[in-house]
């Protein structure tokens, strides 16, 4: 039995999302009419919406099969679908500067919540147990992360560590590929990058499988660069607003992922991830202020 979510609406959307850089521009501008109005898109005719996005019937059955539907009229249904079904309808996204505390409030947990739905609901199962595996064999695991996917990374370090997991992250580009040179057959290397873009990790994640280390790509993105250099794939899906360098939805969905494999690798000896979570918590309980 497969392993993977459904192929839902919802799904659909974020998948639609994360391959959108690699859309030709005809294509992407069938993207933009989709994710702007998914329920007014499902009831055009295929003509219809490529006159509204500028382009032709032809391109349009090419995005089609660019989401792994058959035809139009599988992304007419899915679309239907995610008109009247899951969260409602999210607040505008981007912070306006007559926005109130409470709308900011509201915008940002929106944001935050669909992340972490969105990306539980399309997560890959069979990635992720296999990651899973592979970490609770390693030898050493290194994670590499720069500016907020560091930040990830160090989370993953702190969780995998405390159930005694070898583990390193690096955000400094130098160590991570002297690391990755000394990695090599029954190692993991995990790279955290929001657009699988960043330069640092895509090179450190590349060095690694070249050494023989089994790679994972932590991305919202997997057709990205560095989702292209890894074994596999573990993908979130956030919708970042316009200050995107201030990485919060995506953050919280990359930290979904963490917490999701952490648990996953935790299981392979619960007892022994339980006991070992119980003597690191009595080793710091000194250092409490207590009442």
Known sequence: MSTQPTDGAPSLLVRLRGVRPSLSPAEDRVAEQVLA???????????????SA?????????FCKRLGLRGYPQLRLALAEASTGGRPTAPTS???????VDDVIAKV????????????QTIDREALVATAQAISRAG??????????ALVGMDLQQKLHRIGTVVFAWND???????????????VAIGISHSGTTTETVEALELARSRGATTVAVTNFPVSRLAEGADHVLATAARESSLRSGATASRIAALTVVDCLYIAVAQ??????????EQTRRAVAGHHVRY
Not at 54 to 62: G, I, K, P
Not at 94 to 100: H, M, Q, V, Y
Not at 140 to 149: H, P, Q
């Open 37 to 51: 109005d998914p329920r007014a898109a499902a009831g055009l005719t295929i003509s219809e919406l490529a006159v």
């Open 54 to 62: 500028s382009t032709s019937e032809t391109t349009v059955l090419r």
């Open 94 to 100: 981007d912070i306006s500067a007559d926005d109130t």
């Open 109 to 120: 947990a929106y944001a935050d919540a669909s992340a972490v739905e969105e990306t539980a």
């Open 140 to 149: 050493r695991v290194d994670v590499y992360g720069i500016g907020a996917s």
């Open 173 to 187: 580009p130098h160590i991570a590929l002297t690391s990755a040179t000394l990695l090599g057959p029954g190692d």
């Open 268 to 277: 392979h000896d619960l007892v022994r991830a339980q006991d070992a979570v």
